[in-house]
């Protein structure tokens, strides 16, 4: 199917669609003093010399997801995607500066607004997610702040990578913020085991395979402490999205969990239910990279499992390396779970 | 069932069962000095109430796991276990000094060798695992080549706790000499974020809850490291058992790093076979804690998946207090299935 065919809309909402400034010098422009001179993003111990699609260049020139035209047409009108939720990365949880953190997410976010949201959006495709720095949580929750009301940002996203797992309390001024102004927080891979954080591993991996394969594990982690922290008890109206963070595990784990629930509850009595049971109503996983059995049985199993038919939102992480086509990402679906998960749980997550 | 009826053997081999000195004073006539002077064990920040299972206590006096005939009698005539393979708690692999580490390792195999192994061993019943301080990797093989052709230790051992991923180099004179002398490795949960060792999550968990729940995530990264460095390429005898560090996530995790291999193996060039088919040859897992979902049809479809049939192999974690029932741990299971689980596996790794 040729991009000029596939003009129309298809149903699909795409949770993970990644966008970057054309340059520094683009950033620049949001970024004000000091921080312009002071700010270096750090560089990731892992490499992988694949990063993004090589076909995602601009044919107009600059780097794959900096040209809104050119993502159009290789993604939105290719796939005849209905919304893409855009993600920048920004990498801002590895730096030591709390100050700096947070400038660097308010830049990206007047970039995105302006470059994005704003600008080559007259039919509204394009979603945003609000970065925020979570070793800044006041001036998050003030960031947050900043952009209630816009009529684009739909979520507020944070990278992976953190000093203390997520559900502990000097978070909660952002899920405050969060819950008051009715946006969800996403969670993408990054920053994990760079600058401030520790590596969420026994030690730090060798090479890009083990360090990305194990990137699923500190949204384990993370997960884990949302739900015994009860911070969805004390925020009975906040979400959060897993981006990227892998799908399949999440069955075993809540067993895992729910189990030791079940012997130590008196360490949580907080929590009047099983913590799988906060699931439906507070969170929400992004499919890609989907895993594939050689049997589609099993991940048929582990989509029911785990509840996908509420859970799980369609991502393709454009234009990274690991792409998941809509066409091709999962085995044919039953026609009711390919539209709860390309579609209807992501309209109602983010109310669109 | 009574256990003056259940004095017959019943096809069960009980892969992680606890055993420890009765005090200090019975570890020391086995510390030379100046380790018995020096020699401090760290507390764990993450404590349980619960400990052991509170019938466990032998009435003679001592904690739980120090009486054999009081073990005997709870343990292996209540159930008719066949065998039952030994572990200690010594947790090693967080001290800064690795004479020290490896002076207690030592003591703890006279230890056990004397007390259960040699003694209150007429049948053979009692199988030990040696342990071994990792950080001390020359000195860990030098312990395993002391212990080689004794008549009942089966397996070396060591705590998930860790200074970087078991797949890394630094340990391969670990893996020679287990190679060499025909032990496996089995790692067991112990030492995690504790002294030497960075707690392997996003920060440290607030609860033993969540700090337990996590433990699995350590073995995941583990795993992945031994499969993605080659370990079983560079040692093609070299096996290892997982013991306590969850069951069902070990096909989700294949599926992930297959998919990523797929991608990515460049990296790892000397993987002529994707990961996962490097478990049925090298790698076994210990059954508690199993994973018990609500409808027992998933964890039936996860078994299948991660070849339970060659993988898995039963063990109750006698006596701590979410120990496993033989007679209750698993939904009823076909009856090839379950001989290979209870039984044959461990038969065959173990050569009883």
């Known amino acids: ?66 040209d809104p035209d050119f993502l159009r047409e290789q993604l939105i009108d290719e796939y005849g995607i209905d919304y893409a939720i855009l993600l920048p990365r920004a990498m801002l949880n590895n730096l030591p500066n709390p100050d700096m953190a947070s400038a660097v997410a308010a830049a990206y976010n007047d970039w995105l607004a302006d470059t994005w949201l704003d600008k080559y959006n007259h039919d509204g495709v394009f979603k945003g997610s609000l970065y925020i720095a979570t070793q800044d949580p ?12 816009h009529p684009h940002f739909v979520q507020v996203m944070t990278d992976s990578g953190a000093t ?10 952002i899920y405050e913020a969060c819950e008051k102004y009715g946006f969800p927080l ?26 990305h394969t194990c990137l699923s594990l500190a949204f384990q982690a993370h997960l884990v402490s949302f739900l015994t ?39 949580v009595p907080w929590l009047e239910k099983r913590p799988s049971e906060f699931l439906r109503d507070h969170v929400r996983m992004t499919s890609q ?36 086509s809509p066409r091709r990402a999962f085995p044919k679906l039953p ?18």
Not at 30 to 38: G, V
Not at 295 to 314: G, N, P, Q, R, V
Request: with cysteine; hydrophobic share 35%.
């Open 164 to 173: 203390a797992p997520f559900g502990q309390r000097q978070y909660y001024p």
């Open 289 to 324: 990279p989907i895993e594939r059995p050689d049997d589609d049985k099993y991940l048929f199993a582990m989509l029911e499992a785990m509840d996908a038919e509420h859970i799980l939102m369609f991502a393709s992480d454009y234009p990274h390396w690991d792409f998941d």
């Open 138 to 149: 006041a001036g998050a929750a003030r960031e947050i702040e900043r952009w209630a009301g």
């Open 229 to 267: 922290e009860g911070v969805f008890v004390k925020f009975p109206k906040f979400k959060i999205a897993l981006v990227e963070g892998g799908v399949s595990w999440l069955a075993p784990l809540m067993w895992r969990l729910d189990a030791e629930y079940k012997g130590l509850r008196y360490e």
């Open 1 to 66: 199917m040729s991009s000029k065919q596939a003009t129309g809309k298809k149903g699909i909402i795409d949770c993970d669609v990644h966008v970057y400034p054309k340059s520094r010098e683009e950033l620049n422009k949001y970024l004000p003093q000091p921080w312009r001179d002071w700010y270096r993003p750090l560089t990731r111990a892992y490499g992988n010399i694949q990063g993004n699609r090589a076909d995602a260049k601009p044919p107009g020139g600059g780097g794959a997801g900096t």
């Open 186 to 211: 996403a969670i993408h891979p990054g920053t994990d085991g760079m600058g401030i954080n520790h590596q969420p591993t026994p030690g730090h991996p060798t090479r890009y395979i083990e360090f």
């Open 335 to 352: 026609d009711e779970l390919h539209r709860r998960i390309f579609f209807e749980n992501a309209k109602e997550f983010y109310n669109l």
